[in-house]
């Protein structure tokens, strides 16, 4: 049989087709076709919008953490730190030249400055001048010098002298009056002192009037008047000894405080120091008390004991092994004041101050 027939008629036909097409022939349908209306276009249904709106608020939560991380950000590192101290400002006079604060000069016809809570008083080589705090005291600039005003609070005076010279002379209380240095403390304990720091750090303080603690991380000397005390960056303040003690005795002191020698070297050069000490000396020797090693401690007490005989309430074994009752109980009977001054304004002082050295 050909495939024709199956589709357009053609062609011989199957028997089996003829006899199918006879059966159903009498079902065949003779009427027109009908006639359907158009049919309407039903718009494309959507997906709900809720992948949206979702993805919307994960953008905006996002948007909103960033700019919290950003708020906070700003608040704690880069918005403008308010002064810890604003304080009263010192008052700044021209000696000499035209000194600086911040950046305006104080010329012959500019009058008195002001020195207020974090500013810098710079002064250049021709230039020379004077803060003053009726209050607490007046400090002398000397050229080529940096000074800045750290805090000014009641009670809590502080400088920081970054380079250069400067001549204190206050009347506040014991203890208000400090100034920072880049290898020391200084503490006023009622004085009048010159601080000298140089380029690299390294200071010298003498004492004219009154007594002077010097401190860093611990390490502490006392200067009264008439002593001197050099200090070194990450060594501290050295062993203060009186300014006219021999040039071999100061000679000495300087290598044991700030070289770097041997054990045996060390006790070569306190042996000579116990050899040149005088009565006047007495001070650098209390102060070597707790800067020898143990074994030369014994001859330092001796030399001590001679030229400023121990009070009644010390002992010797109370200070070979550094008590401090007994050790302050001795400086105090030298004469240059009472210690306990120093351990309560200092022990203030590093209560307020944490992160001062």
Known sequence: MKDDYLWDGEGEPDPEVQKLESALGRYRHNQPAPAFDQIAVVPEARPPKRYFFLRFSFQLAAIAATLLVAATLYYFLLRPKPLVDSGPGWDVARLEGAP????????ANSGVGKLSVGQTLVTD?????SITLDETGQVEVDSNSRLR????GPGHKRLSLERGTIHAFIWAPPGEFVVDTPSAVAVDLGCKYTLHVDDSGAGLLRTTMGWVGFKLNGHESFIPAGAVCKTRPKIGPGTPYMEDASA???DALSRFDFETITPEERSALVSLLMKYARKEDALTLWHLLSRVSEADRAAVYH???VL???????????????DRTMLDSWWSSFGFGDISLWRTYEREWSHRQPNSR
Request: hydrophobic share 35%.
């Open 308 to 322: 400023a005989p121990r009070p009644a309430d010390v002992t010797r074994d109370g200070i070979l092994r550094l």
């Open 149 to 152: 005003l750290v805090t000014s």
């Open 100 to 107: 600086k604060v911040g950046s305006k000069a104080i010329g």
């Open 303 to 305: 030399r001590l004991n």
């Open 248 to 250: 071999t005795f100061q």
């Open 125 to 129: 080589g021709s230039s020379r001048a």
